[in-house]
């Protein structure tokens, strides 16, 4: 469907100075979201709340100040303004406490904004800046919260970079204070930056939140405080405004960018401009009208738009005696002489529905009037109704709008917004329509919607806020939703919905039955049907869709024609051709062979290197030649020779006898030409020559049994058969076979194929005529550790077949049918593919997105945040004394003085046995930490990693209770079991930290079987000891937990450096090292001279102990949760700068954050002196302190599996040495 986005003139879209805005977001008195904030506009509502005094008192209020005349009890408040979603920007609950609530909420508004307009920072091809403001500071944090935290956590100057930091924006991120012209100022700012290229998107906004208890205000005669709650700009009875909260973002970008990206835009910034008052006035806080004027006439020239063209002026509108006169003046002096014909410029101002929002005023009227311009109708100022007479408006164009209207029908909708700042900051910005576009042709069929969250519930309240959107939504196109969802940031819980129109895509989101996923694939099995399940156009929608696999049929496709005349063209278009067409062995055989290799090529081509492979019957050759053991056209050749070979056997039937095994041969004579052709757990198919089929069928041998004659001439693997074994060893014996390079299930045994066996022509010769193990491969599938299986054909008989078996978990494995039903057509292919996204997929998404021209994005909800009060549950009363415990201390139990200290550490009222650490928002280094307090102050040593082994609040009772009545610390240890296992160890060597935690998360993901240990400092003062000395502690502790080789050893940051010393102190004693594994940290390639001679290290190092220090950052964050964590980075320095490493001898790879395949290459080149064994460069994903943490540690522990298994593929973006 294709048509208009807007039906009326618009911004000039060759205009490259012009910024267009993409995304918004609010929540103000009265209105939740920017849907409410229009409704309330529309509808002339105020959002200011009056109070009764007596509820008042009842909630805590001062008496005496609640019953004075002059009090005013009304306020513009912001529900749930405490409530913060902790859980999804990271925090644990006593950091999300200590952070005013300001920023809190502008971090969620930010983050509703980002998805408004569709864009994944992730993703992101630019830069995103942030510009914003705040009010002031309202938090007062306790004596328990450090300086440093507490200026990190309060100041306002935070409040743009705290947002870069959580949403990954890199562009510029600069706080902006310009008192009530902040945000409007910010907007500006942005507008800026982006038309300078400093970034290429920006965010701009500002907020307000006042103290709690704050439920009204005192009247001063004069004052710019309204005597009655009620804020009325330009009325005659205007006597001040009202205190308000509220907080708006908008996001912007080039408008030439976003109509390049199809971005939707909301409406366009023609110009903007800022200035200040100087001294021009009667005070400091005065307004002025030379001030106001001139900032009015610069945002005119520079947007190139004429004073009449402007058909309304959003006012800054304060309500006051001198404000509003001083602003119409300045209007009236900006917009000078107007043409005659020129009628009406309309005046309103938003402070009349919210009050006065401060920080957050000015972006309160620009979003306002962004709806205005959107909507096409111009909404009411409220309390209006008598012009005050310093205005003359009369003398003036300007009008007080005050009812809904249309907006003027001549021209391009223009409009300005004014916002001036008490000191006298002025911003005024113009704003039109947006351009005139047609929205692309999008061919009719299904769409998939990709919906994702950051937990079930939040995913689940998504679903139902889409669904209300598409049942009121009557403008939004499917196909717009679809990409809109598919262009936002991923989460972890995730739900793919394929529907043809928005109805029925609100219903299936409404149908709270359909399961959500949160897992990643990681063990997949691909299964390839057998004879019999190929139809009428069933690769019409692979073809169209997946490239890789229209590829691989077309090969396939071409050779069979030109060697064969074996025309597969029916099986991927819409022609016409009778049913027998797809009876004919070879059409069927050949086309399910085509299909199944070319998806399991396509699916290659996603990342998915399958765990094992399994074909039923002809399905065998696809599995094999995906495999490797002949090329595809090699293989096409020998199943087109089979069919013909099987084709001039003497007639034959086969029937499906749903009886088992034993029960069939009692019954039946099997030692003669009919026999078992498949074992399936359901039963056997009995197959043979047709008289004899025919003869069993009227007998009463199998009476009383379900049977299904299948729809077959010839019959199948049985000794009918035997000649087509000839044939199949004349040919197998003249084809190039190789070693098969994945793992094949055996047709023939039901159980591993022996990799040498199905090379020999004999495996086939037998495959062709003896029984299919179905049940046995069944098995043997479900006894592995694949979770997710994968049909590569038609139909979904294989998964049935393994659904059928009681091994078949629901909750555990899950089976995804790639070409669906019959009936399903590109909706089969569709949700299988969306079943791939939902397990973490994200490769799928180019297809998902649609064919043909890219839809144009729309406005959609956000993700949902679940509201929580993170005072709820405050650590209990302590001193931030760091003293040894106290005689009352002392005089407290065991249990009560270790529940005091997980309480603060966590931020939590209370304990239980069962209580997780980390599910309480734990950290590795708030491990650490905690360990400390409980050795400062309750004189015990407990070892993190003992703890680590189950960090419940229970387990750490126990271990405190073994040492609480001797006082007698715990003995130290060197070796921390992080994943326990059989066979050889994976070493992982502490960090800067002196802890292996940190590699708590990857260890979970390393699910090999082997154990996982951490190599920890024995001495408290490792942190000062040589590398050479740390590494020689660490040898014996692993020569005790390991006594002999090989030995594979691994480190992080500081670690990695000692685990290459470790390496070569080992080659040193004769033992053998299979693998140095590098994350992101290495050995700078300068053997025998010291890594301190290294520019690169020190600038980086430099840089890490610059953000401990400021408390900046991840290590900023933990530096104010350990403080000893600095002198632990300086420690660390010194040591690392002296070491002069050597040559190892052992292969190396390097698991590389923020690096290029040209980046990657480089670095191994100038690596590759030290390591003889050769090494290798990986980029993963994340930075220097994400990568081992959720959403990169999967991913890395992926990387670091393929290179203990030393079968590293040779992909793109991966520099090798292998010598």
């Not at 509703?112 to 944090?141: C, E, H, K, M, Q």
């Not at 309204?226 to 970008?253: M, N, W, Y």
């Not at 089969?828 to 593919?833: E, S, V």
């Amino acid at each position: 469907m294709s048509g208009t986005v807007t039906n009326r003139g618009s911004a000039d879209m060759t205009a490259e100075h012009a910024i267009a805005v993409v995304g918004m977001a609010c929540r103000y008195p009265g209105a939740a979201d920017v849907r409410e904030f229009w409704g309330m506009l529309r509808d002339g509502v105020e959002g200011i709340t009056h109070f009764d005094s007596d509820d008042l008192v009842a909630k805590g209020a001062d008496p005496d100040l609640v019953r004075r005349p002059e009090f005013v009890p009304a306020k513009g408040v912001l529900e749930g303004a405490q409530n913060f979603d902790w859980p999804f920007f990271r925090y644990n609950r006593a950091d999300a406490a200590n952070i005013d609530p300001q920023q809190r909420v502008f971090l969620e508004c930010a983050s509703t904004a980002i998805d408004d307009a569709g864009i994944d920072p992730g993703r992101f091809s630019g830069r995103i800046g942030v510009y914003a403001g705040s009010d002031r500071t309202l938090l007062d944090a306790g004596d328990d919260v450090s300086p440093l935290v507490r200026v990190v956590s309060h100041e306002k100057d935070f409040v743009a970079t705290r947002v870069a930091y959580k949403l990954g924006l890199r562009g510029p991120a600069v706080t902006v204070q310009t008192a009530c012209s902040t945000s409007l100022t910010a907007i500006h700012m942005a507008t800026q930056a982006l038309l300078g290229g400093e970034c290429d998107a920006a965010l701009a906004g500002g907020v307000a939140v006042s103290p709690l208890g704050e439920w009204g205000y005192l009247h001063e005669q004069g004052s710019v405080l309204s005597p009655d709650g009620h804020c009325r700009p330009f009325d005659a009875q205007a006597a001040g405004t009202i205190p308000s909260e509220g907080v708006g973002v908008v996001v912007l970008k080039r408008l030439t960018d976003a109509l390049r990206d199809g971005d939707r835009i909301a409406a366009v910034i023609r110009g903007s401009a800022l200035n200040n008052d100087g001294s021009d006035k009667l005070g400091f806080t005065a307004p002025s009208i030379p001030g106001q004027s001139e900032a009015i006439r610069h945002a005119h020239k520079v947007s190139g738009v004429d004073p009449w063209e402007i058909d309304y002026v959003e006012c800054h509108g304060t309500a006051t005696p001198m404000g509003d006169p001083v602003e119409v003046a300045a209007l009236t002096d900006a917009f000078g002489m107007l043409p005659e014909d020129h009628t009406t410029t309309w005046l309103g101002a938003v402070k009349s529905n919210i009050g006065h929002t401060s920080a957050a005023a000015g972006v309160a009227g620009f979003i306002k009037t962004v709806l205005m311009i959107e909507h096409r109708e111009l909404v009411p100022t409220l309390h209006f109704t008598a012009p005050n007479p310093l205005l003359d408006l009369d003398s003036s164009p300007f009008r007080v709008c005050t009812e809904t209207r249309p907006w003027p029908e001549d021209g391009t909708p223009t409009a300005a917004v004014s916002a001036f700042g008490v000191g006298g900051t002025n911003a005024h910005v113009i704003l039109q329509a947006a351009p005139v576009r047609e929205r692309p042709a999008t061919p009719s069929g299904p769409h998939v919607l990709t919906l994702s969250a950051a937990s079930s519930e939040a995913l689940g309240r998504l679903r139902q806020d889409l669904a209300g959107r598409l049942e009121s939504g009557s403008t939004l196109e499917l196909a717009e939703v679809a990409r809109t969802l598919a262009d936002r940031r991923r989460f972890a819980h995730r739900q793919a919905v394929v529907a043809q129109d928005r109805a029925q895509a609100a219903e299936l989101l409404r149908d709270a039955s359909q399961p959500a996923t949160a897992k990643s694939l990681s063990q997949v099995a691909f299964l390839f049907p057998g004879h019999g399940v190929l139809r009428h156009a069933a690769g019409v929608s692979a073809h169209r869709l997946l490239p890789e696999f229209r590829t691989r049929f077309d090969e396939i496709s071409e050779f069979v024609r030109s060697t064969y005349e074996l025309d597969l063209s029916p099986i991927v278009t819409e022609t016409d051709v009778p049913p027998e067409w797809f009876n004919d062995l070879a059409h069927q055989q050949v086309g399910l062979f085509a299909i199944g290799y070319a998806l399991g090529r396509q699916l290659g081509e996603w990342g998915i290197k399958p765990a094992a492979l399994f074909g039923n019957s002809v399905g065998e050759y696809a599995a094999a030649a995906l495999a490797g053991v002949w090329s595809p056209t090699d293989a096409a050749g020998l199943v087109y020779e089979r069919a013909q070979a099987i084709r001039v056997t003497e007639p034959g039937r086969m029937v499906a006898v749903n009886a088992p095994l034993d029960e069939v041969e009692r019954r039946v004579r099997l030692d003669g030409q009919v026999a078992v052709s498949m074992i399936s757990r359901g039963g056997v198919v009995l197959s043979g020559p047709a008289a004899e089929i025919t003869e069993l069928l009227e007998g009463d041998a199998l009476k009383g049994l379900d049977l299904r004659l299948l729809n077959v001439d010839r019959a199948g693997h049985g000794p009918i058969l035997a000649p087509v074994s000839d044939r199949l060893t004349e040919l197998i014996t003249a084809t190039h076979t190789q070693l098969p390079t994945l793992r094949l299930v055996s047709d023939l045994t039901g159980d591993w194929a022996d990799p040498e066996a199905v090379c020999g022509p004999e495996y086939w010769a037998e495959q062709v005529r003896r029984t299919v193990q179905l049940d046995g491969a069944m098995q043997t599938l479900l006894g592995t550790d694949c979770d997710t299986f994968i049909e590569l054909g038609p139909g979904s008989t294989m998964l049935g077949a393994l659904r059928f078996r009681e091994e078949w978990d629901p909750s555990r494995h899950t089976g995804v049918p790639m070409l669906g039903r019959p009936e399903d057509g590109e909706s089969g292919l569709l949700r299988a593919l969306g079943t791939l996204w939902e397990h973490d997929l994200d490769a799928v998404e180019g297809t998902l997105a649609g064919r043909g021209e890219r839809p144009l994005r729309c406005s959609l909800p956000g993700h949902p945040f679940t509201a929580q009060d993170p005072r709820t549950e405050q650590p209990r009363p302590a001193s931030g004394s760091d003293r040894r415990t106290t005689a009352a201390d002392r005089g407290l139990s065991m249990h009560a003085q270790v529940e005091k200290l997980w309480c603060r550490a966590l931020g939590v009222s209370s304990a239980s046995a069962a209580d997780h650490f980390f599910a309480l928002g734990g950290e590795s280094l708030m491990v650490l930490n905690l360990m400390a307090q409980l050795r400062d102050k309750g004189g015990v040593n407990v070892p993190a990693a003992e703890f680590m082994r189950n960090p419940t609040f229970g387990h750490l009772l126990e271990l405190v209770e073994q040492q609480w009545d001797t006082g007698t610390p715990a003995p130290p240890v060197g070796v921390a079991v992080l994943r326990e296992g059989t066979g050889r160890p994976l070493f992982l060597v502490a960090d800067a930290a002196g802890s292996a935690l940190s590699y708590r998360e990857l260890a979970e993901h390393l699910d090999t079987g082997r154990p996982v240990l951490g190599l920890e400092p024995q001495s408290a003062n490792a942190s000062r000891m040589s590398v050479e000395n740390v590494a020689a502690h660490h040898v014996e502790a692993l020569l005790r937990a390991q006594p002999s080789g090989p030995y594979t050893i691994g480190g992080w940051s500081f670690g990695a450096v000692v685990a290459h010393e470790i390496a070569r102190q080992l080659a040193a004693r004769g033992e053998d090292v299979d693998m140095l594994v590098c994350l992101d940290a290495y050995v700078p390639g300068r053997a025998g001279r010291p890594i301190g001679s290294d520019a690169g290290f020190v600038l980086g190092h430099l840089r890490l102990m610059a953000s401990a220090a400021l408390g900046l950052g991840q290590v900023g964050a933990q530096a104010r949760r350990n403080p000893a964590l600095r002198g632990l980075l300086l420690d660390k320095f010194r040591v690392l700068s002296r070491y002069r490493p050597q040559p190892v001898t052992c292969p190396a790879v390097v698991l590389k954050v923020e690096v290029d395949p040209r980046e990657a290459e480089l670095l191994r080149r100038s690596i590759r002196g030290l390591y003889a064994g050769g090494v290798t460069v990986r980029p993963v994903g994340g930075d220097h302190w994400s990568m081992l943490r959720n959403p990169h540690v999967p991913k890395l522990a992926a990387a670091l599996l393929g290179a203990l298994r030393q079968d590293a593929p040779s992909e793109e973006g991966t520099a090798h040495d292998t010598r």
